[in-house]
């Protein structure tokens, strides 16, 4: 079999890319200013190098795996674009409105709406969890990834004007990734940083599930992003946040959404599990390949 690879007289191009991902380069890597991989370095590293049938058949082993990968990747990205395609569905393009909902203010919407603390605390080994805009992305909060913690004292504080619950949404009005919300689904309390609001809907007026996706639709976001003020760091302001509009279906309708979306949520997590899975699956296929076990 012939594989549609390039490759050299020994060695296919792709059997050496396997091979330098299974070693990895640490010790290739000079420099602490600035890390660079140097040729001088480079060409000490030493890979097996099989003959060119063996290659080809690791080589096919591994791009299999791979491409089991790259499957439940886009999976995953049609996944991620449930949610708002179901919300234009039932509720149309906020920027015309054609179902005429009735309009009220974020401030109106919402029993509360604050940001964390204006004063960075000094960070803790361990402690209360500190989650900042870096914890929040399109998927939603992710504390575990890079934890950050303050002491309980510094924590009692900043929780005292900003005590976030679950359900409630937080959305970044500071910096690069401004106009993204998530809600919180942790039952453990944390500090916030100002980079970061927290709106708390009136139960009687908005569920937590519209009021981030009406933040993390596109047209909504691009009227928000037109609010922001400042120089060298810009920012929403919690008064113009207050100010900023929404639209409010009937509760009921807004509650039929939210179960869809937890629905969609389960179905992330078991795809993040199986992502997971064939991740386990391809390092360990890598490594048994380049110690002779494949």
């Not at 409630?168 to 942790?186: F, M, S």
């Not at 639709?217 to 008064?239: C, H, N, P, Y």
């Not at 078991?270 to 390949?289: G, I, N, P, W, Y």
């Amino acid at each position: 079999m012939a594989l549609d690879n390039p490759r050299l007289d020994f060695i296919y191009f792709r059997f050496l890319f396997y091979a330098l991902l299974n070693r990895g380069l640490g010790d290739a890597i000079t420099g602490a200013a600035q890390p660079q991989i140097t040729r001088a370095n480079l060409t000490r590293v030493s890979i097996p190098v099989p003959p060119l049938a063996e290659q080809e058949r690791i080589i096919k082993l591994l791009d299999e795996s791979d491409e089991l990968r790259k499957l439940r990747t886009q999976a995953d990205r049609r996944t991620a674009d449930l949610i708002p395609a179901f919300f234009h569905e039932m509720f149309g393009d906020p920027a015309l409105n054609p179902h005429k909902w009735p309009k009220t203010t974020l401030g109106q919407a919402c029993q509360k709406l604050t940001d964390g603390t204006h004063f960075s605390p000094p960070p803790a080994e361990t402690g209360v969890p500190y989650i900042t805009a870096k914890h929040l992305r399109e998927q939603g909060l992710d504390f575990d990834r890079d934890p950050t913690y303050v002491s309980p004292e510094h924590h009692r504080e900043i929780y005292a004007r900003c005590d976030p619950k679950p359900g409630d949404v937080l959305y970044i009005k500071d910096g690069v990734t401004t106009g993204l919300a998530a809600v919180n689904r942790y039952e453990y309390e944390f500090s916030m940083l100002s980079s970061l609001a927290l709106m708390r809907p009136d139960a009687a007026k908005c569920d937590s599930e519209f009021l981030c996706a009406w933040l993390n639709d596109k047209a909504v976001k691009v009227s928000m992003l037109e609010q922001m003020a400042g120089a060298a760091i810009r920012r929403l302001t919690l008064v113009k946040l207050k100010k900023a509009p929404i639209l409010l279906p009937p509760l009921p309708l807004q509650k039929v959404f939210a179960k869809r979306v937890t629905e969609i949520r389960e179905l992330e997590a078991e795809q993040t599990a199986s992502r997971e899975r064939l991740d386990a699956l391809f390092q360990s296929m890598l490594h048994r390949a380049f110690r002779g076990e494949l």
